[in-house]
C-alpha cells in the first residue's frame, strides 16, 4: 500500500505515518514479520563494518521481524534476522535537514529524501553527520534502497562504500505479525 502515499504536498512526516500504517494495517501494531535474503561483501573491510553495526549474516530465506517503538524522539526499529540483530532510530529532520528522514546508527545519521518512482518509495541520501558533525556526501556510505508493497510490505535496502565494495544487501517483505501468525501472505 506503500506505493498508493501520494508524497506532493505532504510533509514527510506524513509519507512515513501513512507507510507505518500500511504495513501496520492497524493502529498500534509494533511488530511485523517476515523473510528476507541476506548477501554480504566479500572483502574484509566490508565484513568488518558489517561487523561493527551488527548487519545480518548472508543468507536465504531468513526468519526477520521488526519491532517498532515510537517515542517523542522518533520510532525505534529493532530488526531481527534470524538470531542476530540491530537498531535504529528513525525521525523528522531539522534545520537543514527539514522534510528529510533521518536515521541513526549509534553515533553516525543519514538524512533521506522519500522519492516515490516506478510505484516504490525510494530512499534517497541527502547528507550524514558523525556524532553530530556534518560529513561529506564523497565520503558517505551508499545506498540503494526503496519500499514496496500491496498486501505486503516489500524492502530493498543496499549499502556500500567505495573502499569495501558491498557491504550488505538484504530484501523481503514484512506483514503485521499478527496477520502473519494467523495466516503468511504467498511468496
Do not use: N
Amino acid at each position: 500500500m506503500i506505493t498508493r502515499v501520494r508524497v506532493e504536498g505532504m510533509s514527510c512526516q506524513h509519507c512515513v505515518r501513512a507507510a507505518f500504517t500500511a504495513l501496520a494495517g492497524v493502529d498500534g501494531v509494533t511488530r511485523a514479520e517476515g523473510r528476507a535474503k541476506v548477501e554480504r561483501g566479500a572483502s574484509w573491510l566490508s565484513r568488518l563494518a558489517g561487523m561493527l553495526f551488527a548487519f545480518p549474516e548472508a543468507g536465504t530465506d531468513v526468519p526477520l521481524s521488526v519491532d517498532f517503538k515510537l517515542s517523542p524522539q522518533g520510532e525505534t526499529w529493532t530488526r531481527r534476522f534470524g538470531g542476530r540483530s540491530f537498531s535504529s532510530r528513525q525521525f523528522m529532520g531539522t534545520g537543514r535537514w527539514e522534510r528529510l528522514l533521518c536515521e541513526s546508527f549509534g553515533p553516525l545519521t543519514f538524512a533521506m529524501a522519500l522519492v516515490p518512482e516506478d510505484g516504490r518509495m525510494h530512499l534517497v541520501l541527502r547528507g550524514w553527520s558523525a556524532f553530530g558533525l556534518p560529513m561529506p556526501m564523497w565520503l558517505c556510505p551508499r545506498s540503494a534502497s526503496y519500499e514496496e508493497g500491496e498486501d505486503r510490505f516489500g524492502f530493498h535496502v543496499e549499502i556500500s562504500h567505495p573502499l569495501t565494495g558491498l557491504i550488505v544487501r538484504y530484501r523481503g517483505w514484512l506483514a503485521p505479525a499478527s496477520r502473519f501468525a494467523r495466516e503468511p501472505p504467498s511468496a
